[in-house]
Nanobody
Framework: QVQLVESGGGLVQAGGSLRLSCAASGRYAMGWFRQAPGKEREFVAAINWSGAYYADSVKGRFTISRDNAKNTVYLQMNSLKPVDTAVYYC??????????????????WGQGTQVTVGS
């Protein structure tokens, strides 16, 4: 069973930064998603062995990275906007293949961490 533990959420003012962490129980292709109240879960970023991918809405502001020694994936979020307010989830893909922008490409999910951006 894969375990994912997220941390780093909180309250920040618009234009500020936060870094989310997701500690996994192994090494996997990983992604970050977010879900705002009343909305569907949406893709934010993913990191595979071949590289990183981003949603257009966060490109240039967010950076996904990983520390393989710690089995931890990070999401550095800069220039935050109120529209970035959501619960952020990390996800792991335990199968072969690419972790991409679809929810069904992932097998395990973290518990979520709240990010609130004030105006």
């Amino acid at each position: 069973q894969v375990q994912l533990v997220e941390s780093g959420g909180g309250l920040v003012q618009a234009g500020g930064s936060l870094r989310l962490s997701c500690a996994a129980s192994g090494r996997y292709a990983m992604g970050w998603f977010r879900q705002a109240p009343g909305k569907e879960r949406e893709f934010v970023a993913a990191i595979n062995w071949s590289g990183a991918y981003y949603a257009d809405s966060v490109k240039g502001r967010f950076t996904i990275s990983r520390d393989n020694a710690k089995n931890t994936v990070y999401l550095q979020m800069n220039s935050l906007k109120p529209v970035d307010t959501a619960v952020y989830y990390c996800a792991a893909r335990s199968r072969s293949g690419v972790a991409g922008p679809r929810v069904d490409q992932y097998d395990y999910w973290g518990q979520g961490t709240q990010v609130t951006v004030g105006s």
